[in-house]
């Protein structure tokens, strides 16, 4: 009895982290050439920011097919911490919810609340492995006197407190929490909600849970509009965590969030903000269908495994 209540309670962390964590492996690539898209305004100011395939391309030709997958242990180092957080503690956060307004569905205010909490937690708590993997994803793209050369996700991890301080290690955590809040109320609540939407069209009563089709209608919505939401606060994380001191004047350069968000205007205007948009939607949208599509039916086999 006393397992059963465990293995409930731990459902939604250990079958969101699982499903986070498989997603995050398949979409590494894109979610490379994303950052490098990211920081190519950075180094390159006023030049036009190659394209995703090309960038893959330069990848594979110049480094290696192996290039394409520089940092998956941090990518899934992160994913075991962030993602099983995020995902856990939002259906948590919702179930009181649900429970508290007596098993009735609850409203989408409630669901970005859920969203917005669960994903500022998890934050705080997975940002070092955020930063070990936009540097081991930024590192070869350096100039070769400039790379950092980091072995593995614990080497950067190691070196970055010993070499920089562990306060290094949450560099462009406000930046970091805001987009942990924007993606998973894009993500999270936009799924819950638009799920009751695609049902409701569908005609799919969700009595043994979603159908396929209304599975599929909802989880792309939800990858659009997590896209769409944390973008902007996406470009300014990796370029806080990826940037280096001048080696002149030893002076970073961004102070803080909004000397970034300044510089990022004045130098590549608005739509800066939405560099790599290509990449990064290609990212989301396959990373969050892959997390909700496969969640149901982890969920399934665990209920089936542990209390069913």
């Given at each position: ?65 192996l ?20 995902i ?16 009735n569905?609850?409203s ?6 859920s ?6 937690i ?39 407190s ?11 955590l406000l ?19 638009a ?17 396929l089709?209304?599975?599929?209608g909802?989880?792309a919505?939800a ?6 939401f ?31 968000t ?14 790599g ?32």
């Open positions: 009895m006393v397992e059963q209540v465990l293995a409930k309670r731990m459902e939604p962390f250990v079958c969101g982290g699982s499903a986070a964590t498989f997603a995050s492996v398949v979409i590494h690539p894109i979610d490379l050439a994303k950052v490098r898209m990211q920081l190519f305004g950075q180094s390159n100011p006023g030049k036009r920011c190659p394209s995703f395939p090309t960038i893959i391309s330069h990848m594979i030709r110049n480094e290696g097919f290039s394409i997958y520089k940092g998956v242990d941090a990518a899934i180092g992160r994913q075991m911490v962030y993602g099983t957080a995020r856990g503690l939002h259906r948590t956060f919702s179930d009181m919810l649900v429970e508290m307004n007596d098993g569905p609850i989408f205010g409630q669901k970005t609340l969203g917005m909490a669960s994903g500022s998890a934050v705080c708590i997975g940002t070092p492995f955020d930063i070990a993997l936009v540097r081991l994803q930024s590192d070869s793209s350096a100039p070769p006197q400039e790379r950092r050369n980091y072995k593995n996700v614990f080497d950067a991890l190691i070196r970055t010993k070499e920089e301080g562990v306060r290094t290690l949450y560099k462009g930046p970091n929490v805001l987009r942990g809040m924007a993606m998973n109320v894009g993500m999270m609540a936009c799924y819950d909600q799920k009751e939407m695609v049902a409701t069209l569908m005609n799919d009563p969700m009595t043994n849970g979603p159908s089709a209304t599975r599929l909802a989880s919505a990858g659009f509009t997590a896209a769409l944390s973008l902007p606060f996406d470009l300014i994380k990796s370029r806080l965590m990826a940037q280096k001191r001048d080696p002149k004047t030893g002076l970073w350069p961004y102070n803080g969030i909004i000397d970034c300044v510089k990022v205007v004045r130098s590549e205007g608005p739509l800066g903000f939405f560099s948009f290509s990449a990064y939607y290609g990212r989301c949208a396959p990373h969050a269908m892959i997390i909700l599509l496969l969640i149901e039916s982890i969920t399934t086999a665990y209920r089936q495994a542990f209390y069913k």
